[in-house]
């Protein structure tokens, strides 16, 4: 069972290699970035330079709903002191739009966010309630 472990673990840390080095491409797989796909290494990445998720309990805690253009409704905490370009980070890993294309609105009062105010924190934009809805809206 042990070695189990380890052949795995193994295993993954040469697949992570090859598919960040990018030298060992195979021939015959096509290249994501001319048929326009996104690296899938990209949202792994966006995954990881989150920030560490608050407890509920946390009082500095807020949680964002966010309604996305499918329907579909994502959730995360935050504390107010993170920036806004975290909240932009985690619906860019959810990959369900593509990053640049949209704002993030809030309904109550109407306010839009965009990526330019990445740089304010959530107090800054005053998203401080426990719980914030928000909705994607797409720009054309």
């Keep these: 069972m042990l070695e189990k472990a380890l052949f795995s673990r193994v295993a993954r840390e040469n697949t ?33 330079a989150l920030p560490i998720e608050p ?28 920036k806004l370009k975290y909240l932009f ?19 109550y009062p109407r306010r839009a966010f965009s990526l330019q105010d990445g740089a304010l924190t959530f107090e800054e934009l005053s998203l401080t309630n426990k719980q914030e809805a928000l909705f994607l809206e797409l720009l054309i």
Excluded at 56 to 80: C, Q, W, Y
Aim: proline share 5%; glycine share 6%.
């Design 89 to 107: 980070d985690f619906i860019d890993a959810a990959g369900i739009v593509k990053p640049g294309t949209y704002r993030v609105i809030r309904a």
């Design 16 to 48: 992570s290699h090859n598919n960040q080095s990018g030298s060992h491409m195979d021939s015959k797989s096509p290249d994501k970035r001319a048929t326009g796909e996104e690296p899938e290494r990209s949202s792994i990445t966006e995954k990881a």
């Design 55 to 82: 407890s509920v309990e946390n009082e500095d805690a807020i949680t964002l709903l966010i309604r996305m253009p499918d329907s579909s409704r994502h959730g995360r905490r935050f504390l107010k002191s993170d």
